[in-house]
């Protein structure tokens, strides 16, 4: 299948605390406002499965991050 938008719950961690968590839109955008530091954005629970990613967001700004995640459908 085409990669498409979907709509999923992300939690944004760092170490062990579960910094933010936020959903995305039908249209797959999203944003966050989390301290500076690195993180590791993680699907919320099932599907769609996101494939986990680090991010680092630098004390003086924003950062654009596309995410990947597997919907289950073949």
């Given at each position: 299948?085409?990669?498409?938008?979907?709509?999923?719950?992300?939690?944004?961690?760092?170490?062990?605390?579960?910094?933010?968590?936020?959903?995305?839109?039908?249209?797959?955008?999203?944003?966050?406002a989390?301290?500076?530091?690195?993180?590791?954005l993680?699907?919320?629970?099932?599907?769609?499965?996101?494939r986990?990613?680090?991010?680092?967001?630098?004390?003086?700004?924003?950062?654009?991050?596309?995410?990947?995640a597997?919907?289950?459908?073949?």
């Amino acid at each position: 299948c085409p990669d498409r938008p979907v709509v999923m719950t992300v939690e944004v961690v760092r170490d062990t605390t579960v910094a933010a968590t936020f959903t995305t839109g039908a249209d797959g955008r999203f944003n966050v406002a989390v301290a500076a530091g690195t993180f590791v954005l993680r699907s919320k629970a099932g599907l769609p499965a996101l494939r986990s990613q680090s991010i680092t967001v630098p004390a003086d700004g924003y950062i654009e991050v596309e995410l990947r995640a597997d919907t289950g459908m073949r």
